[in-house]
């Protein structure tokens, strides 16, 4: 849906914002008020949780990661999340003869990193 803003105020020129906004709702099932009830609880997200982000930490100006040495430390994350994914999915049991996919492997390392035991033996369960 697009929703349109403008915004007076006095002594300038109105100024006119245009967004798009996606969403699964069916078109024609809301109404016009209950659309912008949609929309209004979006910007609540964005101006309460993601304020921090935003604001505090300068997200949207330029990310902390962009300064000193992050690029350089991202990398090596990057790099050992990478092989770590790598290693997990040789310790996976085969299906159909062949190693697990990447997609499971993250699944089954996601829910070890949330706290589930996960060593090599109980793998297995969670594959």
């Known amino acids: 849906m697009w929703v349109r803003r403008t915004r007076e105020r006095e002594g300038k020129l109105p100024e006119v914002e245009t967004r798009l906004f996606i969403t699964s709702v069916p078109g024609g ?20 949780p993601n304020w921090t982000a935003d604001v505090v930490l300068e997200e949207d100006t330029g990310s902390a990661s962009l300064r000193g ?20 999915r040789t310790h996976l049991p085969p299906k159909d003869g062949r190693l697990v996919s990447y997609a499971r492997t993250q699944e089954v390392l996601y829910q070890g ?3 589930l ?11």
């Open 29 to 48: 099932e809301l109404s016009g008020e209950q659309l912008l009830t949609l929309v209004r609880g979006h910007w609540g997200i964005e101006n309460g």
């Open 69 to 88: 040495q992050a690029p350089v430390v991202l990398s090596w994350l990057r790099l050992l999340a990478y092989n770590l994914l790598a290693l997990v």
């Open 113 to 115: 990193l949330l706290g």
């Open 117 to 127: 035991a996960v060593l090599p033996e109980s793998l297995a369960v969670l594959a």
